[in-house]
């Protein structure tokens, strides 16, 4: 996007995580400040942090990848294991992208992600000519409420004020679907004019249904099980535990294997519960490149897609998208009142089961492990659902909203 004297639309993003971190949020904004650059031509810099992943602890502090500019601001790496650790990894991230900010050549729009939900901080610090755009992972403090080892109220009345601030300060707000436009006006008193959603994405061209005869299934000896898949974080926000139930339940069932692919602060106590009650249906697989995500995925049945209750429209899991473009059909343990439920329902590519009910989950998965032709119908509603949250689409609406801001519609 050019301006009538040529000058390219100048965008900084701001957030922790970005390539080569796995993390989904790092990994969605590659792809957008990618196709911003090479589709839209856009002028991208992204300010995030150091890579968590060891293998890449040593990337450059500024580089030019796929078009787009990266400063990573400096900080602490530390494991994610302990709130400490998290919290110095945050901070000290926040304070040197401040320092970045300060030093920035003044750009048209900053769009501030919430990792840390502060950072939107930096990226009004920045001065942007038109604006900034708050791009809404995460509602705080509600999504800290997940942390099982620190507890403060002062904390959370500092998170709360900051998002207020964020959203009284946004030229314009992203949200990832209705529930969470709803949360933020209700909650936040946000401007329901300023709102526009735009659901997380999957790219449909590399991840594509396919054949459940794959290397990677023959390889890890999945492909004469049914399997039902968790792919992605293993984190707080899913209520897991109930899935290790479920497995208990359907222990007798060798022909089933719940996999969960990915890494996460709730990976190590999941396989201590399962290796405890000695489930050989359940296993673990670390995160698999990108490239071979379209084989992970046609190595499922079914998939999962959970989330703790009361997290409805604070968090919206971006794993389901992978899944419709997969064509596969999946379970969503979520409450009735969640984005992932009103998709669920209006394009029927999956069924709802209670969170936290582990003998509902396992009666779907035991019930859909036997109808095949119930499997293959909602997994072809789910591909044609994942058309319409198909990137090239997702990626032009976050277009327009910058391009709007910056007065160039």
């Not at 990792?115 to 509602?139: E, H």
């Not at 998002?163 to 992203?174: C, E, M, P, Q, S």
């Not at 290790?244 to 201590?272: H, P, Q, Y």
């Not at 936290?356 to 095949?372: F, S, T």
Request: net charge positive.
């Amino acid at each position: 996007m050019t301006s009538a004297n040529g000058a390219r639309l100048r965008v900084c993003f701001f957030n922790r995580c970005y390539w080569p971190d796995t993390t989904a949020t790092g990994q969605l904004l590659a792809e957008l400040a990618e196709d911003l650059v090479s589709t839209h031509g856009m002028d991208v810099t992204v300010v995030t942090g150091r890579p968590l992943t060891s293998t890449h602890a040593a990337a450059s502090r500024m580089e030019v990848r796929n078009g787009v500019r990266i400063l990573r601001a400096g900080g602490t790496t530390l494991s994610q294991q302990s709130f400490a650790a998290r919290a110095a990894n945050y901070v000290t991230y926040f304070l040197s992208a401040l320092l970045i900010a300060l030093r920035l050549p003044r750009q048209d729009v900053t769009v501030a992600l919430t990792d840390p939900p502060i950072i939107g901080l930096a990226a009004l610090a920045a001065r942007p000519k038109s604006g900034m755009v708050f791009f809404c992972q995460d509602i705080f403090p509600e999504v800290a409420g997940l942390l099982e080892d620190f507890r403060s109220p002062v904390v959370d009345a500092i998170l709360d004020r900051v998002n207020r601030y964020l959203v009284r300060r946004a030229a314009r707000i992203v949200a990832l679907g209705d529930t969470m436009a709803s949360r933020l006006v209700q909650g936040k008193g946000a401007d329901a004019r300023k709102i526009t959603v735009i659901h997380n994405w999957a790219d449909t061209s590399a991840i594509v249904p396919s054949a459940k005869q794959n290397p990677f299934a023959v390889k890890n000896g999945l492909h004469d099980r049914f399997v039902l898949l968790h792919a992605g974080n293993i984190g707080l926000s899913q209520n897991l535990e109930v899935v290790i139930d479920a497995a208990a339940r359907l222990k007798a069932r060798t022909d089933i294997v719940i996999l969960f692919i990915g890494d996460g602060n709730r990976k190590e106590a999941l396989e201590s519960m399962a290796r405890e009650r000695g489930l050989a249906n359940v296993r673990f697989l670390p995160f698999q490149p990108r490239e071979a995500l379209r084989w992970t995925y046609a190595t499922s049945d079914l998939c999962l897609v959970s989330l703790k209750p009361g997290l409805a429209g604070y968090i919206v899991p971006s794993k389901l998208y992978p899944i419709l473009a997969a064509g596969r059909p999946y379970i969503a343990a979520v409450e009735p009142i969640s984005e992932v439920a009103a998709l669920t329902e209006r394009h029927r590519c999956g069924v709802i089961v209670a969170p936290g009910d582990a003998a509902a989950l396992a009666a779907e998965i035991e019930r859909l492990a036997g109808d095949r032709h119930a499997r293959e119908a909602m997994g072809a509603r789910a591909r044609l659902a994942a058309e319409l949250f198909a990137r090239d689409r997702q990626v032009a609406a976050h277009a327009q909203v910058i391009e709007e801001v910056a007065g160039r519609a």
